[in-house]
C-alpha cells in the first residue's frame, strides 16, 4: 500500500490564518520555509529556501492557532495534496500544499491530536 505522507522542519513565515465554518468546524492557514545549503561546481555554497503552505483542520488548526507564531521553528507531519481554483477574474490557479495532521514545536514538545 503506498501512503501520501510528508515531514517537514521549518520556520513559520506568519501566524496562522484561522477560519471557522457552519458547524463550528475550524481550519489554520501559514505557511514554512524550509532551507537546504549545498555546495555546488568550485566547492562554493548556496542556500536554497523553499515555503510551502500548510493548512490543519478540527483541534489541529486550534493547536495550531494557540501555540504557534511567525518564526517558531516546528516540525510537522501531514499529506500532500494539489487542487486548483479560479480567481475572480476567471483565472484558473494551481496549488499544492501540506494538510498538517500533527506538529511540534522544536524547542519544545507538543501534544497533538490527529486532524478529525
Known amino acids: 500500500m503506498i501512503k501520501n505522507r510528508v515531514q517537514l522542519?521549518?520556520?513559520?513565515?506568519?501566524?496562522?490564518?484561522?477560519?471557522?465554518?457552519?458547524?463550528?468546524?475550524?481550519?489554520?492557514?501559514f505557511s514554512v520555509a524550509t532551507n537546504e545549503r549545498f555546495a555546488y561546481g568550485d566547492?562554493?555554497?548556496?542556500?536554497?529556501?523553499?515555503?510551502?503552505?500548510?493548512?490543519?483542520?478540527?483541534?489541529?488548526?486550534?493547536q495550531a492557532a494557540e501555540q504557534l507564531r511567525k518564526g517558531a521553528r516546528i516540525?510537522?507531519?501531514?499529506?500532500?495534496?494539489?487542487?486548483?481554483y479560479e480567481t475572480k477574474d476567471g483565472q484558473k490557479r494551481y496549488v499544492t500544499e501540506v494538510v498538517m495532521n500533527s506538529f511540534e514545536v522544536a524547542e519544545s514538545t507538543v501534544e497533538t491530536a490527529e486532524a478529525a
Open 43 to 62: 566547492g562554493q555554497f548556496k542556500e536554497d529556501t523553499q515555503w510551502h503552505g500548510v493548512v490543519a483542520w478540527g483541534r489541529v488548526a486550534e
Open 9 to 29: 522542519m521549518g520556520n513559520l513565515g506568519k501566524d496562522p490564518d484561522v477560519r471557522e465554518f457552519d458547524g463550528g468546524k475550524k481550519m489554520a492557514r
Open 75 to 84: 516540525s510537522l507531519e501531514g499529506r500532500l495534496v494539489h487542487r486548483t
